[in-house]
């Protein structure tokens, strides 16, 4: 059975006017099946009707807010922030259509994402899933689905069950829920969400608050166990438990894997309606964005601490999952792009360039992001790398992201200082790069802004020559969360 879920209006539909109203953390992006829902009305009343002023893609350093619009056809123009003109317009969150056409009140998510990179080692013939747990109230199921880990197509079809449990962890007994078993087919004919390929339930399936595993049969070195990948929010109403349930035998569906660990290598996943749907923030860059020399996983750390104190709820994306530091983020915020020593585009410098794995990140089974925080440069500054055209690289890189995610936003930052005068004299002439690459940007009406954080730290907030501090990270956090803060 169904389980209708109240309409709520989430922090992202309340005034996101230079995101053009996330018209993905505002929406179901799951697919074929999406729906526009009805009339806009000021203010947004509703998840599934809202409408926005769009501040769009000329939004300045402090970002434009825009009007909220009157109606589904038109609105008010946004006012300009420090950086140019708003754009006119609004637009809608979608709603997503169940099997029977009609809209569901809530938001239709994946419950576990790729992180674009299969397992090094787990080759062998598996069934492979992930044990989770529902909490505070039900939640609706509509879709299974298997990882397709080059999203390329699955190379033979794939079972995915549903099971519940009598406890989590090693040992557990999985009993089959009822209706709770699809088959995901070959080739590319399943819809792609996020990594994963999904097939519709014969009926929505409601799961009461209890412990639970989802499954996937016969993952083999063509179709790839997965490793990492995005966990889901208890906001969400499902929570990961940390166990993935797994067997090295070819066993059929509905049997349960008979044993498993607490290791990343989950090949199925769930769509489920939620009340929230939280903002996808990629974090994306070399070092600073990693949080080298940090303790709280450089500005990562210090950013959730705000955005949670402004019920801003949101999910860090990306295929890194480490954590620099001694203060740990929560499993399901260890995501993010931050690689440390990659420049901008690799080039002849002799280092990996973030342009070049752009779409191994951020392709069809990458992740998916709202919001873009990119730092990026501070390498090649201090290799003093064909600075001259830095400014080319950045824009092939501003391109090739909204190539892949044209929904995402970016927001590009000037460099922090760097301690050593000649350096930061490069430091300062490449800021001015970036200021007139978003500019560029801008001007084609593209989401894309910028950030000054050569001015939000001194250099004795620094670590070392090149890296912030805890208190420099601190301030870093602060000009990404007032620069997101003034969306609203």
Same mark, same amino acid.
């Given at each position: 059975m169904s389980l209708r879920l109240a309409r709520h209006s989430v922090f992202c539909c309340l005034g996101f006017a230079w995101l053009g109203a996330f018209a993905g953390a505002c929406s179901s992006d799951s697919g074929s099946n999406s729906n526009a829902a009805g009339q806009a009305a000021v203010g947004g009343a509703s998840a599934g009707s809202v409408g926005l002023? $769009?501040? /769009? /893609? =000329? $939004? +300045?350093v402090s970002g434009a807010s825009g009007a909220a619009g009157a109606s589904s056809s038109g609105g008010a123009a946004g006012s300009a922030g420090t950086g140019g003109a708003g754009s006119a317009g609004l637009e809608e969150a979608a709603g997503e259509a169940g099997a029977s056409g009609e809209v569901p009140q809530g938001f239709l998510i994946p419950a576990y994402t790729s992180n674009a990179a299969p397992s090094g080692s787990n080759t062998a013939t598996r069934n492979s899933g992930r044990e989770f747990t529902v909490s505070g109230e039900s939640v609706v199921v509509r879709d299974l689905g298997v990882w397709d880990s080059g999203a390329d197509g699955l190379s033979v079809a794939h079972a995915v069950t549903l099971f519940s449990l009598d406890k989590i962890g090693a040992g557990a007994k999985g009993t089959p829920v009822? +209706?709770? =078993? @699809?088959t995901v087919a070959a080739g590319t004919v399943a819809p792609l969400d996020t990594g994963f390929r999904y097939a519709p339930l014969a009926a929505p399936i409601e799961l009461a608050p209890g412990n639970y595993a989802v499954v996937a049969y016969g993952m083999n070195d063509k179709d790839r166990t997965g490793d990492g990948g995005g966990l889901p929010l208890p906001a969400t109403g499902v929570t990961d438990a940390h166990f993935d349930p797994y067997q090295n035998v070819v066993a059929a569906s509905p049997a349960f894997p008979n044993t498993g660990d607490t290791n990343s290598h989950s090949n199925a996943s769930f769509r489920f309606e939620s009340k929230l749907k939280p903002l996808r923030i990629l974090p994306y860059g070399a070092s600073i964005t990693d949080g080298y020399l940090g303790t709280m996983a450089g500005y990562r750390g210090p950013l959730k601490k705000l955005l949670d104190q402004a019920g801003i709820v949101f999910q860090y994306v990306g295929s890194s999952i480490d954590n620099p530091g001694t203060v740990p983020l929560p499993r399901e915020q260890q995501h993010h792009e931050g690689h440390s020593g990659f420049v901008i585009e690799a080039g002849t410098s002799g280092r990996a360039g973030i342009y070049d794995s752009r779409v191994a990140w951020l392709g069809p089974g990458g992740s998916q992001a709202d919001l873009v925080l990119i730092v990026i440069g501070t390498n090649d500054v201090d290799l003093n790398y064909q600075l001259d055209t830095a400014g080319q690289r950045l824009d092939k &890189?501003? !391109?090739? @992201? &909204?190539? &892949?995610?044209p929904q995402a936003k970016i927001i590009l930052a000037q460099l922090t200082p760097i301690n050593d005068d000649a350096e930061d004299a490069r430091c300062v002439k490449y800021n001015q790069a970036v200021v007139a690459t978003v500019k560029a940007h801008q001007m084609k009406g593209e989401a894309v802004s910028t950030v000054d954080l050569h =001015?939000? @730290? !001194?250099?004795a907030e620094l670590a070392d020559k090149l890296h912030p501090n805890d208190v420099g990270y601190g301030k870093v956090a602060k000009v990404w969360f007032d620069a997101i803060q003034a969306l609203h």
């Open positions: 002023g $769009a501040g /769009g /893609g =000329s $939004a +300045g009822p +209706g709770g =078993s @699809i &890189l501003l !391109t090739g @992201i &909204l190539e &892949l995610q =001015s939000a @730290i !001194t250099r």
